[in-house]
C-alpha cells in the first residue's frame, strides 16, 4: 500500500486539469440550458428571444427548456474535459520552457487554440446530438427523431447513418472551438495576471473580472462559426434528397448572398447572455472546486 502512494501522487497532477474542467463545464450546463435552447430556436428562426420562450411555454411546458441536457452534459464531459485539461497542461508545459515567466498573450492564444481543437475532436459526437435533440420538436411530427436521450441519440446516428456520421459538420464545430476557446481561454489567463498584478484586486474580484472578460472574448469570437455549425448539423435532405448545403464554405456563401455579414450574427443578444454567463460560472466553479481540492489536500 505504501508504494502505490507515489504513483497516485504522480497520476494525480495530471489528472485533476482534465476531472476539474469537466466537472466546473458540468455544473455551468445545468444552470444555462434554458439559456442554450432558446437560443438554437432563435437561430432556426423561430423569432425572437421573447416569442420562442413563450411559445416553448404554451406548447411544451417548462420541461422544453430542459431538452437535451442529458447530451449537454455529455458534450462537456468530453468537450470541457478535453479543452480545460489540454490547455493547462500545454500552459503549463510552456511555463516550464520560458523558465517559469508568464506567457505572453499570443502563446495564450495558441494554447487555446490547440486546445479547442482538441476538445472538439473529442466533443463533436455529443455536440451533434445535443443539436438534434435541441432543434427536433421545430420539425414536422413526421420528420422528427424522437431521440429519448443522449446515448439513444448516438446510436441511432452510428447505427442509421454510420459511424462517421457522429462527426458530421465537425469541420465547423472544431473551427469554432478554436476560435471560442482562444477567445476564453487566454483572455482569462491574462486578465487574472492583470487583475491581481496590475490592479492589486482580490480573489473573488480577480475571478470575476476576468471570467467577465473571458465571456465576452468568447462570445464575440464564436458566434459566426457557431452559426454556421448549427445550419449544417440541424439540415435534413429535400424531397430529391437533396441537402441545403454542401458543407461549410457552401453554406458561408449562401447565407451571405441572402442575408449578409450580419445574417452570422442571429440572436447575438441571446447568444452572449448565454456564452458569457455559461463561461463565467466555469471559472467561478473551476475556482471552488479547485479551493475545496487545496483544503482537502489534493
Known sequence: ?????????????????????????????????PIDMIKVRIQ?????????????????????FYKGLSAGLLRQATYTTARLGSFRILTNKAIEANDGKPLPLYQKALCGLTAGAIGACVGSPADLALIRMQADATLPAAQRRNYTNAFQALYRIAADEGVLALWKGAGPTVVRA???????????????????????????????????????????????????KTQIQKMQPDAAGKFPYTGSLDCVMKTLKSGGPFKFYTGFPVYCVRIAPHVMMTWIFLNQIQKLEKKAGL
Open 1 to 33: 500500500m505504501g508504494e502505490e502512494k507515489p504513483k497516485s501522487a504522480g497520476v494525480w497532477p495530471t489528472v485533476k486539469p482534465f476531472v476539474n474542467g469537466g466537472a466546473s463545464g458540468m455544473l455551468a450546463t445545468c444552470v444555462i440550458q
Open 44 to 64: 432556426l428562426g423561430q423569432g425572437s428571444a421573447a416569442d420562442v420562450t413563450k411559445t416553448m411555454l404554451k406548447n411544451e411546458g417548462i420541461g422544453a
Open 178 to 228: 478554436m476560435a471560442l476557446n482562444m477567445g476564453m481561454l487566454a483572455s482569462y489567463d491574462q486578465s487574472v495576471e492583470f487583475f491581481k498584478d496590475s490592479l492589486g484586486c482580490g480573489e473573488a474580484t480577480t475571478v470575476i473580472g476576468a471570467s467577465s472578460v473571458s465571456g465576452f472574448f468568447a462570445a464575440a469570437c464564436s458566434l459566426p462559426f457557431d452559426y454556421v
